[in-house]
């Protein structure tokens, strides 16, 4: 009996010191920076806070080093088996070393072969230089895990919190996820440090500018939501995989139905002058239950709105020109994060709802220079490609490769409906007639006579695009009062519910980046 | 110094906005037309218009500077 104790006595020594993280100080310093602790992060996380860990002893006889800087854990989240990755930053930095990262690949392993979604819960210095030869070449050193990243990609979801530094090669494992939660003031990404960037470049710079939580959700794109707490960073993850099934195999859930948030109308959001700005989000609150929208990407191209939403309880992902932001007109940043999110919908069996107000692609020099031809290839290529149920809803004015982008006709929407309000062409009005008369408008010297002129010419014009001509020639599926639009969504997204495209017989396409 | 920058290549339509005008954050400072739209200017923070860089029909570049604040 006695001897017994002592066994117990050796093991709560080391799981105190294991459960305790490094040093006093580091937690001081957490708690300064409203940081919690990684142990209180998955308590938060997991439901009831209980949770499978495995590794725990890694290193533990080194002293100073407990679980390696790394708590690798499964155990339900919003009641779904999920594997989680945590790093702690009171153990060096958060960084790695060679059982840091094999506990890494260990769990990944685990979350592709039981075929949950991962979460990486990361706030890292990187690599632990002294430890390289162990972690950073090897077959299963720290290229291991992005490996294993991209092996899972649309295999099952992977999801990244970020409450810390992501650094130099670790900054890779938010670059794989799905989807990245940025904690503002905390959280940064970046290949090389400031100190870093001023010793090899010379450029003088803050961490927040060249990394920042901010700038990656506005500026770069490599950051999805923008918490401001690491709570609201949990609980938005919690959110944000509700909408998803377990992996690729299965479909997401449908939940119970909730009413449309009560507000003005669709007839009264949308303004009749195709040219004049209304919010995107007003309108989509009329079309979707209450509360439901997930935005992502809310800061980064506005000007189109990507997001999960629920139709009577079952999970979509829309996306929607914003006509308030750059008049809705598609950049290429617009293109990058449409295409990263139809190819996320699409890998997860989330039906696609596309809501177009779009002028078109920008043109113009400073486009041109940046490509706008390529971004918009991808975009044009992931929805074309996407097989998942597609609806097309064309609200006000879908102009030149705006319609395409949109899942226009020749894209395979299961339906193209239109508002009363739609108008399908290769371009407005206005720029048409300046097309085809612009010699013959300046012929005319009396201004009131030309005036007149390009008034005909614009009524002409309107006539050939009448909305009522295209459903004629069934270019266009429906025609739906704004009013019933809803109802008429979630009885298609059911309709579609069991729809299956055979892929063509090849290895992948070429993808256009 | 902060100011507000252009958010597209375009035309500067109308000007909301005059100098010495204290103005609040997400407030409609110009509309410019481009592609055929009318795209609203807003201001990300709030102060005091020192200039306004542009003319009404002024072709504007992304991120040209078009109000200047105190």
Known sequence: MSEKTAYNERLDEKLTNIFAGGHSKYHEKMKEQNKLFVRDRLALLFDEGVYLEDGRFA???????????????TGKVGGQQVCVMANDSTVKAGSWGSRTVEKIIRIQEIAEKNRVPMLYLVDSAGARITDQLDMFPNRRGAGKIFHNQVRMSGFVPQICLLFGPSAA????????????????????????????????????????????????????????????????????????????????TELPKVIESRAAKEGRTLEAIIPENQNAPFDMYEAIDQLIDEDSFFDIKKLFAPELITGLARIEGQA????????????????????????????????????????????GFMIGTKVERAGIIRHGAKLIMAMSSATVPKISV??????????YAMAGPAFEPDVCIALPTAQIAVMGPEAAVNA???????????????????????????EQIDIYKLASEMIIDEIVAPSNLREVLAMRFRAYSTKHVPQPPRKHPVYPV | MKNIQSTMAGTVFNIVVQEGEDITAGQTVMILESMKMEIPVEAETSGKVAKVNAQIGDFVNEGDVLITFE
């Open chain 1, 59 to 73: 290193n533990c006889e080194a002293g100073d080093l407990p679980a390696d800087g790394v708590v690798t854990a």
């Open chain 1, 436 to 462: 085809v008369y612009s010699n013959k408008i300046e012929a005319i010297e009396d201004p009131k006579e030309r005036i007149k002129f390009v008034q005909e010419k614009h009524q002409e014009y309107k």
């Open chain 1, 316 to 359: 979509i992902g829309i996306i929607a020109n914003q006509p308030k932001g750059k008049g809705g007109v598609l950049f290429p940043d617009s293109a990058d994060k449409a295409a990263k999110f139809i190819n996320l919908c699409d890998a997860f069996g989330i039906p696609l709802l596309f809501l177009a107000d779009v002028p």
């Open chain 1, 394 to 403: 064309i609200v006000r004015k879908a102009y030149g490769a705006g319609l």
């Open chain 1, 169 to 248: 090669g670790g900054a890779y494992i938010p670059a794989f996820c799905d989807i990245v939660i940025m904690v503002e003031g905390n959280a940064s990404m970046y290949l090389g440090s400031p100190r870093m960037a001023e010793k090899v470049i010379g450029e003088k710079v803050t961490l927040e500018e060249m990394g920042g939580a901010r700038m990656h959700c506005s500026v770069s794109g490599c950051g999805d939501v923008l918490v401001t707490s690491e709570e609201q960073a949990i609980s938005e993850a919690i959110r944000y995989l509700a909408f998803f099934p377990a992996n690729f």
